[in-house]
């Protein structure tokens, strides 16, 4: 697999509301990707897919470090895209950092998000 | 007067209703039941209720049902008859008859004293002015409670247990609160200086004014208080000043009659007056020259006076060390023995200042002498328990303030360290109960909950704060078998139920809902999609246009307006009022469709049209489009009013009796935008016919020759369920107040995601109907308060969003640039 990863700028962490998530869409057919802000202002991105039937996770609601999809409440783990609790399954998750002030993610240039991590 | 001479059974006549009074008494009954007769006078107009529990009644954390021990069928049930508000005025011990004000006359071959004691009022030039209350019975809380209705300043005179409970209490009811204190400390007769410190401290974070060595020279007000003025010529403005320096044993009847008395009611240890027909317990009596102030010893009391009047032996009565706990939620504070040590004492300190924990152990001779815990009271039953039993704790020395985790190898698993205490262990103190009655009651009887070990125990039973340590018992004796919560929890981010949140929020002014997570101690950070919605909905309701709602704590839907479908795009329906629409509507409707390319046009089951399949990105323009010919949210998506169906009625119809149309329109318009526990759907029939299917509605209107019918509590759905008629109006003004006021009251007393359906068969139709037709004040205040509410909810979000609100939620991240390394 190609590890070269770009990082993109997607702008300030104040763009992000807090307890929320914005979408970035992508070319290529690819699944968006959507960047949390969670209520201790830490940085998370999943592709934009719930593991059980598609969801929007950008819709959810966030809390702690989870996200509680909006079409049937699978609650998946931030930093992993795990499902927690009974369910099993795993939105991609996506390298994302602050860098002074500016929040940037990581794609490979043709990859599909990494898999479960943790 | 006449004298039976020869009694079936023995009189008893209790004058005092109330805690140790009521003690003994129940105590007797369950010692020797049926042998006396038993009269019983109290001042006070109310059964038998929890003193000590006047503090969260104040702060509104219990209601008076909370807080009753006997309730009228206990009287009734067990035989005795119950004098409540006429006091007694005079006893004749010659004849052995006690008179009321009222006039009734009570012959006895016993007597009980149990008149408690008297709120001491400091003689300032000013005291009988109205408005200076002190704190002792119900009464006293309902004084300051209509004092507090009316906002405003409070000043309380001091700052001991009763003082700050009173201040905390007016201060979570709104008022600005101003302690003062004589001493230089607060508490200073149950804590340290360095505990009554942080004492302050906290009072002062929570927006008290505290003032130590503050002595009041003067009540000042000419027909009622306006403020005190101190010694150092200080003025403080007041429109209530609560008085809570102390209080005096009641002996007035038992002075008059010519009993023994000092400062209280002399007795000996079985708990005798100088007239041996004459018993008396609690505040008001005076043993070996001690007068008491908290529940345990009387409770002691108690069980000696019922052991002699039921004839069996008793040990007397024996004082022991009492503990103080100050019942302010979130202060932790633990007080027993002698804390002030002194040259022939060893006093072990421990601070941790991050935390605000402070600990003072007192010790004697190697035993422990007297404790002091702030900020951290959890091992306050240990040391009490090593206190009461004189234990010697030599070899605990070097541990002692990290308490009982790291003594003597006990666990710091809470329930393993119960699970280690002696059998001989106190657990409750107010009510002296051991671990092993606890344990014996729980094995024996056969019980599995909190409320049941109360029943039969008193553990727990009277300020509660060895709930937790109760159900580590429950849960250690019965393993598997126990489930702890009684009470639903909303989720398990938090132990509180629906119910307990609500009243929460309002009793201590919780304005957002990080504020209701700290002070109702969320276990979560911030909660889940569970709670979340729900505390956004009760804030709303609480404190509307003043909350501000929390986008991030709601669904999709109703964060952006529209219902989210199976593939992520969404759907809109616009409102069409009483399901009436025009040519024009119907156009925008047809032009947005294609437009935006609107795969599906669909007539909904709740008499509009749904347009399904928009793109999230085009919601905005859709509704730009959509206000531009006048029309706004449906609130399809919505905990709210949905929609208001409607038949055509006398407009047309051959059949109708009244405007059906018309009615709908009037109610949609009024009721639209506000946010309900559930989902709220209405619909006004022009005739019995019902076409409207009015009758499965949560507010259903059917028209009938002489006015209508309101019907209330019907469901579609998985659980059909017809409505009750909740009852007959003649104008259209009457069903449009009555509207309002069913739905505020559905919108105070509704659990989150309760639909009316659920919510009536819970309170019951006698209770709505107490509330919204019999008595006619209370619904034109409902329906004031729904109006008032109405005020701030209706703006069309759609237009607001079509206008940039909320533009995060449509716009996707803009395209971006690669990051500089
Ligand atoms: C669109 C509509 C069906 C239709 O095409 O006719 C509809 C669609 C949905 N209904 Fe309904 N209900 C619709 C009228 C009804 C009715 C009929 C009525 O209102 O007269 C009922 C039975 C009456 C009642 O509510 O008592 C109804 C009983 C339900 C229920 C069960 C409610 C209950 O208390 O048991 C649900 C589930 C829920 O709310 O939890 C539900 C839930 C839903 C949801 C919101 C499911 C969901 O969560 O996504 C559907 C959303 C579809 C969408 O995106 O628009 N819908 N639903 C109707 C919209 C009416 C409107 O104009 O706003
Ligand atoms: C706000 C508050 C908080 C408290 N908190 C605590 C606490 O946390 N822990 C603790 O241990 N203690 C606490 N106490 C103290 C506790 O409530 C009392 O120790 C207890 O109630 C005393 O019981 P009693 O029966 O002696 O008096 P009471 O409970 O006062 O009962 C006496 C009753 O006799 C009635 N009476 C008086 N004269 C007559 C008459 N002539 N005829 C008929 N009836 C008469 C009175 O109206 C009263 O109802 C608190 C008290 C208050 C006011
Ligand atoms: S009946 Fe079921 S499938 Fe049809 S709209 Fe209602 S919820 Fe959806
Ligand atoms: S699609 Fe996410 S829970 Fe079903």
Sequence with gaps: MDQTLIWLDIGTLDDIPRQGSRVLHRDGGLVPIAVFRTVDDQVFALEDRCPHKGGPLSDGIVHGHRVTCPLHNWVIDLATGGATGPDEGCAGSIPVEVRRGRVVVALTPRSTGGGCHG | MTHTPFPMRRRLVVIGNGMAGMRTVEELLARAPGRYDITVFGAEPHVNYNRIMLSPLLSGEKTFADIVINDRAWYTDNGITLHAGDPVVAIDRANRVVRSASGVEAPYECLLLATGSDPIIIPVPGHTLPGVITFRDVADVDAMLAAAARGGRAVVIGGGLLGLEAAVGLKARGMEVTVLHLAGHLMERQIDVSAGWLLAEDLKRRGLDVRLEADTAEIVGIDRVEGVRLKDDTMIAADVVVMAVGIRPNARLARDSGLAVNRGVVVDDLMATSDPAILAV??????????????????????????????????????????????????????????????????????????????????????????????????????????????????????????????????????????????????????????????????????????????????????????????????????????????????????????????????????????????????????????????????????PGEYEDHAASRFINERVHANIQKDGTFSVIPRMWGGLTNPRELRAIADVAERYAIPTLKVTGGQRIDLLGVRKEDLPAVWADLNAAGMVSGHAYGKSLRTVKTCVGNEWCRFGTQASMEMGVQLERMTWGSWTPHKFKMAVSGCPRNCAEATIKDFGVVATDGGWDLHVGGNGGIHVRATDLLCKVTTAEEVIEYCGAFMQLYREEGRYLERTAPWLERVGLAHIQARVVDDAENRRLLFGRFMASQRHAQSDPWAERAAGKEAHEFTPIPITRQAAE
Aim: hydrophobic fraction near 40%.
């Design chain 2, 282 to 543: 609690g505040e008001c009596v005076e043993h070996r020259g001690v007068c008491h102030g908290l529940v345990a010893p009387l409770w002691d009391m108690a069980r000696v006076c019922a052991d002699r009047l039921a004839g069996l032996d008793t040990s007397g009565y024996e004082p022991a060390a009492t503990s103080t706990k100050l019942k302010v939620t979130g202060v932790d504070l633990f007080s027993a023995g002698d804390f002030q040590g002194g040259p022939d004492c060893e006093d072990i300190v421990f601070r941790d200042a991050g935390r605000g924990v402070y600990k003072r152990i007192v010790l004697r001779d190697g035993k422990l002498a007297g404790a002091v815990l702030y900020g951290d009271a959890t091992d306050g039953a240990w040391y009490f328990q090593l206190l009461r039993e004189g234990a010697d704790v030599g070899a605990l020395r070097d541990t002692l303030a990290f308490g009982q985790a790291y003594a003597g190898g006990a666990q710091a698993n809470p329930s393993a360290a119960v699970a280690a205490l002696p059998d001989t262990a106190e657990i409750c103190g107010c009510n002296g109960v051991c671990k092993g009655t606890i344990v014996t009651a729980i094995t024996t009887q056969g019980l599995t909950t909190l409320d049941e070990v109360k029943a039969h125990t008193k553990a727990a039973g009277s300020c509660g704060s060895c709930s937790g340590l109760v159900e580590h018992l429950l849960a250690h004796t019965l393993g598997e078998g126990y489930e702890a919560q009684a009470v639903k929890p909303v989720c398990g981010c938090t132990d509180h139920d629906h119910d307990s949140v609500r009243r929460l929020i309002a009793a201590k002014g919780l304005k957002s809902i990080p504020a209701v997570m700290q002070g109702l101690e969320w276990k979560t950070p911030d909660g889940c999609h569970t709670c979340r919605p729900a505390l956004n909905y009760y804030l709303l309701a609480a404190w």
